[in-house]
């Protein structure tokens, strides 16, 4: 099968926002909870943050399992990397995710202002100031055959969407609105010229949002 | 993650049957057409029958994702590797799927009936005389840390659930009836004291039910 450009797991809110405004170390999605926005996959079995045995696995954890399945590297905005802004002031910030990222592959980091790789665990994180289209090819290569997950946030979602780049997305939208913030869409609908759409409403209160190529 | 033991995409009729009565060379799911008990899964993208590019990736195709997600072994009966019954007249038959079968790990034939092992391509094929839970440890060692797939049909898993040995179950029930035949259950109730359940509804007209540990 044919390498595949992915998106997983992107949460958003019934009026289409992926994060609030005024993002910060201590808020990573701004005026918008993460709790809330992800509460229906924290309590599947493969959600990549578990460390612990058990969870669940009805619809949720499906959806859940495919952030790793057949995954040979992301792709990140900056501001999914980090909260900084703007040239590094340093470099000692190596991310959110501690000594054991959860990631397990190359990971681009689109970004202004690049700095040296470096790896973590088995996740190796790269900073590149090319095109989409530019680093996807890297990145493709890099995954060895293996498909490339677009990591967000939706600023960078976004702008693979509008290069035409995306073969398949899944977005669950909370019972949630937030206003203001960065959004996705307006509606879901926007994307239905180019993708197929499937709505399956979750017993967990989301609605998982299935998209592929016409 | 503790490896599981997982079925996926076991086809039922909403009466529960999973085969019906007569298999032979012709007709192996007897006076069942598998063209309907399983006419969800074959547009889907990740189906592993697909000769062709493209397919489906809505609902129906994330479960049919499943079937090779992190498997290391499958274990099967020996009536569904074969039309044959009682001891083996010859070794000439090599299962139903040709040069390239498509499990590319070690299968598990149960059969009171052994014969030598045999390689096609990437799977391996080998027949063991064993109570579930022996073959199930060889199964598990073969996998090599992945999971382990209970391949069918519904009498082995019959056997593996009997044993309490099943993790996981996905059954896609179809719209149709079929009287007799091999059964799984008469009601998904009668797993619910050791299982939960979730029913997802599918847009194909199947109905896919989500067991698991509780």
Redesign the interface.
């Known amino acids: ?2 390498q595949q450009v992915r998106v997983h797991n992107l949460g958003v809110t019934e009026d289409g926002y992926g994060a609030g405004v005024g993002q910060s170390l201590e808020q990573p999605f701004g005026h918008l909870d993460p709790g809330t926005l992800f509460s229906w996959i924290f309590p599947t ?2 959600w990549v943050g578990r460390s612990t ?1 058990g969870g ?4 949720d954890d ?2 859940s ?2 952030f790793t ?2 995954i040979g590297a992301e792709i990140m905005g900056r501001n999914k990397f980090g909260p900084q802004r703007g040239p590094w002031q340093d470099e000692d910030w190596q991310g959110w995710w501690g000594d054991e990222p959860p990631f397990h592959t190359p990971v681009f980091v689109l970004t202004h202002h690049p700095r040296p790789s470096f790896a973590l665990s088995d996740t190796t994180f790269h900073f590149r100031d090319g095109s989409p289209a530019e680093v996807l090819a890297e990145a493709k290569a890099a995954a060895d055959g293996q498909d490339v997950r677009i990591g967000g946030g939706v600023a960078t979602i976004r702008e693979f969407l509008d290069a035409n780049l995306i073969d ?1 997305l899944h977005v669950a939208v909370s019972p949630i609105t937030a206003g203001n913030g960065e959004r996705l869409w307006e509606r879901p609908e926007e994307l239905t010229d180019r993708f ?1 759409l ?1 709505r ?1 409403p979750s ?1 967990s209160g989301v609605t998982h949002l ?1 998209f ?1 190529r016409r």
Chains 1, 2 share one sequence.
């Open positions: 099968m044919e079995a493969h045995p669940s696995r009805g619809l499906r959806f399992r495919e399945r057949n398949e197929h499937e399956v017993p299935l592929w």
